[in-house]
């Protein structure tokens, strides 16, 4: 049996893709004024505002485009559509023993060899933090391997499990 890979994918079951109203509206206010822009007629051939109107409306245009193609969807919980994000932390084997008791509520943590010089802590949490899943990998021929299983927590565990990683190591949203 193939062990799910955080660093490669999503949990299908809770993360969904939604699309931002919002960003569409913005970027079809932004490509109606940069295309008015572009089409006005010529004010005066010895000016130089015709040119920062075409330089706008073409700017305008672009940053229109680019909203509607890269940034109308994003990866959302499903459980509440607050947006996911995916973050990292890197242990060395000494830490190990201290992110193995504070993970050891969560998940089951196996015996480490002496060879693995580092270890990823991948979390993926949703910016309400009703959710979060994580696992921890390790990075050997170029790939990231899975250590553990994937995590996942909801609700108060997630909150208390994002707080607690806050505090003690740092971990900024």
Not at 33 to 55: C, K, T, W, Y
Not at 105 to 123: F, G, K, N, T
Not at 130 to 139: E, I, K, N
Not at 148 to 153: N, V
């Amino acid at each position: 049996m193939k062990t799910f890979n955080l660093s490669q994918s999503y949990p299908t079951q809770d993360i969904r893709k939604h699309t931002s109203f919002l960003t569409i509206s913005l970027s079809a206010c932004l490509l109606a004024a940069g295309l008015i822009l572009l089409l006005l007629p010529e004010i005066n051939s010895q000016s130089n505002i015709d040119i920062l109107r075409m330089v706008a409306g073409s700017l305008m245009v672009c940053i229109a485009v680019y909203l509607l193609v890269f940034r109308a969807r994003y990866q959302a919980y499903a459980g509440t559509g607050s947006m996911v994000c995916k973050k990292s932390l890197t242990f060395s084997k000494e830490q190990f023993q201290g992110l193995k008791k504070y993970l050891a509520d969560y998940c089951d943590l196996p015996a480490m060899s002496r060879e693995e010089p580092q270890l990823y802590l991948l979390i993926v949490h949703s910016k309400d933090n009703q959710y979060a899943a994580f696992q921890l990998l390790t990075y050997s021929s170029f790939l990231y391997k899975p250590v553990t299983e994937l995590c996942c927590l909801k609700g108060e565990k997630a909150s208390t499990f994002m707080k607690n990683l806050h505090t003690s190591h740092g971990f900024l949203h």
